[in-house]
């Protein structure tokens, strides 16, 4: 069983500058390096647009799922349930569930769905999660980085301290990338979840430019065993 202290609370990391709100990730600046010219063209259109006030018809925006990684790059608190068979991540935003197996092999076939298939393993403090079967309807982040469905994402999730805990994420796409992708994302104790409806509140059709996220980044997520 993954070595967690007892109701943990965090949400994303941020700061604001110039009005924005930005999460404490890094490796997502290695994008011109890492991805394909068809890609990166798709990439660079959404930037295009959205600097225009145009919203890119992302899956988050249409109230579909976010999908893996870019899960974890959303600024919504979530919550992990772990047990010694498995390890539950529960987003506010539209209650999300991934569904990690532990100590288990991947199935000789895999059906593409929005957060694929995770297995777990505990190394030390570490859980490790690797996942396999992403369908490509979703992107890397909010950025609309593309991928394809040959994606393979492997998380190392760690406690730093009392208050932070950190993934630090390798991603592997032969049809999208030129080389693995690592990023890194970190947490800080918060609060707890409310209730979130995608079909409720339109906030993500507005550009994240002109976003007010002061109500949807007041709670973060904890970490219990169950």
């Given at each position: 069983t993954w070595n967690i202290p007892g109701d943990f609370r965090a949400g994303s990391s941020l700061e604001r500058d110039r009005g924005l709100l930005k999460s404490s990730h890094k490796?997502?600046?290695?994008?011109?390096?890492?991805?394909?010219?068809?890609?990166l063209d798709l990439a660079k259109q959404v930037m295009v647009d959205t600097s225009k006030g145009e919203p890119w018809a992302s899956s988050t925006g249409n109230c579909y799922l976010d999908g893996l990684p870019a899960i974890n790059d959303q600024l919504a608190p979530f919550q992990i349930f772990v047990t010694s068979a498995k390890?539950?991540?529960?987003?506010?935003?539209?209650l999300q569930v991934r569904h990690i197996h532990m100590n288990q092999s991947h199935p000789p076939e895999v059906r593409h769905t929005w957060f694929g298939h995770s297995v777990g393993r505990c190394e030390g403090a570490t859980l490790v999660i690797d996942t396999v079967g992403l369908t490509d309807r979703s992107s890397l982040n909010w950025d609309g980085i593309p991928h394809t469905s040959a994606l393979h994402v492997v998380e190392r999730w760690r406690?730093?301290?009392?208050?932070?805990?950190?993934?630090?994420?390798?991603?592997?796409?032969?049809?999208?990338?030129v080389k693995p992708w690592n990023v890194r994302k970190s947490f800080q104790r918060w609060g707890d979840l409310v209730e979130y409806v995608c079909a409720e509140d339109t906030v993500h059709t507005v550009p994240p430019?002109?976003?007010?996220?002061?109500?949807?980044?007041?709670?973060g997520f904890s970490i219990d065993e169950y």
């Open positions: 490796g997502w600046e290695e994008r011109d390096s890492i991805l394909q010219p068809w890609a390890v539950a991540f529960v987003s506010q935003l539209n406690i730093i301290d009392n208050d932070r805990l950190e993934v630090q994420m390798t991603l592997d796409d032969p049809g999208a990338f430019h002109e976003q007010d996220w002061s109500s949807h980044v007041s709670t």
